[in-house]
T-cell receptor
Framework: AQSVTQLDSQVPVFEEAPVELRCNYSSSVSVYLFWYVQYPNQGLQLLLKYLSGSTLVESINGFEAEFNKSQTSFHLRKPSVHISDTAEYFCAVERAGSYQLTFGKGTKLSVIP | KAGVTQTPRYLIKTRGQQVTLSCSPISGHRSVSWYQQTPGQGLQFLFEYFSETQRNKGNFPGRFSGRQFSNSRSEMNVSTLELGDSALYLC?????????????FGPGTRLLVL
């Protein structure tokens, strides 16, 4: 079975400051890794994913995440946050062929003007 | 292209009743997944359907069931509602459900059980 741990439930950060949202996973088999974002009263949107290849993946809005197999981590980073980044962020894993995402408990990012 | 739609958006039921939630996937998508989101348990996988067949099921009691129709629309049913079933129910669709594809989530149905 897979599990995902998001170490911080809430992260406040000032606008234009950098941020890192931490995610660790546990799995006995290879998994694919995802970050989703949920804005208030909306569903989830895929931010980025790691399937294979380069361990650094980027999203179109400036977020990036690095897959670290030895530390079983997939931390999400952004060098400079905006007010519009205020949302809840979920890390997820999927075992190939399971058709099932296993999510972490989420991290609420609050960007302070 | 229209996104994933879920109906109804809000629902209030009482304990013991049953409820049916509907999900219409993006046109052309044949895989539909359902998730329950609660403050305490977070997002938990309920089941996944592809071409009217359930391919995977999460760890939920038999009161939770689902089905998919030939047009890929999906419904989930919860019988004998309990207070703990109050949650946001999300469905997601993708072309075939494989990991390489992006899953698109609907806005959810918020269920309150009194």
């Amino acid at each position: 079975a897979q599990s995902v741990t998001q170490l911080d439930s809430q992260v406040p950060v000032f606008e234009e400051a950098p941020v890192e949202l931490r995610c660790n996973y546990s799995s006995s088999v290879s998994v694919y890794l995802f970050w989703y974002v949920q804005y208030p009263n909306q569903g989830l949107q895929l931010l980025l994913k790691y399937l294979s290849g380069s361990t650094l993946v980027e999203s179109i809005n400036g977020f990036e995440a690095e897959f670290n197999k030895s530390q079983t981590s997939f931390h999400l980073r952004k060098p400079s946050v905006h007010i519009s980044d205020t949302a809840e962020y979920f890390c997820a894993v999927e075992r190939a062929g399971s058709y099932q995402l296993t999510f972490g408990k989420g991290t609420k990012l609050s960007v302070i003007p | 292209k229209a996104g994933v739609t879920q109906t109804p958006r809000y629902l209030i039921k009482t304990r013991g009743q049953q409820v049916t939630l509907s999900c219409s996937p993006i046109s052309g998508h044949r895989s539909v997944s359902w998730y329950q989101q609660t403050p305490g348990q977070g997002l938990q996988f309920l089941f996944e359907y592809f071409s009217e067949t359930q391919r995977n099921k999460g760890n939920f009691p038999g009161r939770f069931s689902g089905r998919q129709f030939s047009n890929s629309r999906s419904e989930m049913n919860v019988s004998t509602l309990e207070l703990g079933d109050s949650a946001l129910y999300l469905c997601a669709s993708s072309l075939t459900g494989t990991s390489a594809e992006t899953q698109y989530f609907g806005p959810g149905t918020r269920l309150l059980v009194l």
